[in-house]
């Protein structure tokens, strides 16, 4: 092949698969030789701290502190971190980096489940008045009855946890963002009844019975009590959620501690079984040898 060949047809081909540039041609005998420098090729590499580059250095894991020494690091890298606790409170932000806990993981430790992390959720957002809350907390506890036909993680707890949440699932604690035994609804009928005094016969359904409301009721007590034995922690929002919880504690009654209605006066009788037709039909024959 002679050069001005070379040239035209083959180095076009050539440099496509070369990163440098053409420099020169040089011939030896019937051999033609295309020479390229590479001064100008980009390559990846790692400035050290004299300023020196290197290209594929060998590596090493820089491991924190905590885990230099520690017995159950090889037991660590073993496992999947999806899997783990700690991916989870990180992706929960419960932990930080360094994995200590946050104000919302603080608040998480204090209830069971998922309830703290609809409470803190709750309490991050400024505009949600603690007036509001403090009976949509009666949301966490009620189930799927009071939803009637809307949505059962709806309300504006069941919002604020699938926007702080997303739509994570994690078994016992989350389920679409929400605490698993989230039900809407509960916190309009608690309101009625405790704020409107609004007869709780008005608020039936088909599908809401009395005893329904007796325990959104005193689980909502419960919860209530569970804030205002909880511990202190310096967050405004905190205490007052606390403060309003308690004046609900000390100015509603336990429905566990109502009085039971009167029996009727046919529930006052001894009960007498009715003989069967058939058994007495029995008796007659028995009683004429027959």
């Not at 590499?45 to 090493?60: F, H, N, Q, V």
Request: net charge neutral; with cysteine.
């Amino acid at each position: 092949v002679s050069e001005p060949v070379f040239q035209t047809v083959l180095l076009p081909i050539v440099s496509q698969h070369v990163r440098g540039n053409f420099a020169e041609f040089e011939t030896r005998n019937q051999l033609v030789l295309a020479r390229f420098k590479f001064g100008q090729t980009e390559a990846e590499g790692y400035l050290e701290k004299s300023g020196r580059w290197l290209r594929d250095p060998a590596t090493r894991k820089n491991y924190p502190a905590i885990c230099e020494n520690c017995i159950y690091r090889e037991d660590c890298e073993s496992i999947d971190p999806a899997s783990s606790p700690a991916f989870a409170w990180r992706q929960l932000s419960l932990i930080d980096e360094s994995g200590i806990p946050t104000r919302r993981g603080i608040i998480f430790s204090l209830f069971s489940q998922g309830e703290g992390l609809a409470i803190a959720a709750a309490l991050e957002q400024n505009e949600y008045l603690v007036d509001d809350l403090v009976f949509d907390l009666a949301n966490l506890r009620a189930g799927h009855r009071f939803a009637r036909d809307e949505a059962v993680f709806g309300g504006r707890l069941g919002y604020v946890c699938q926007l702080t949440y997303g739509r994570l699932d994690f078994p016992g604690y989350l389920e679409m963002g929400v605490p698993p035994a989230y039900g809407a609804g509960a916190s309009e009928v608690i309101r009625d009844v405790i704020e409107q005094q609004v007869p709780r016969s008005k608020l039936l359904t088909d599908l809401l019975r009395p005893g329904d409301i007796e325990r959104a009721i005193t689980e909502w007590r419960s919860l209530l009590r569970q804030l205002v034995q909880a511990p202190d922690y310096p967050w405004s929002r905190w205490r007052e959620l606390r403060e309003v919880s308690a004046k609900f504690v000390s100015s509603t009654q336990s429905p566990t501690k109502q009085l039971l209605p009167a029996l009727l006066p046919n529930q006052l009788r001894r009960y007498q079984p009715k003989a069967s037709p058939f058994l007495s039909r029995v008796s007659d024959l028995d009683r004429h040898g027959v």
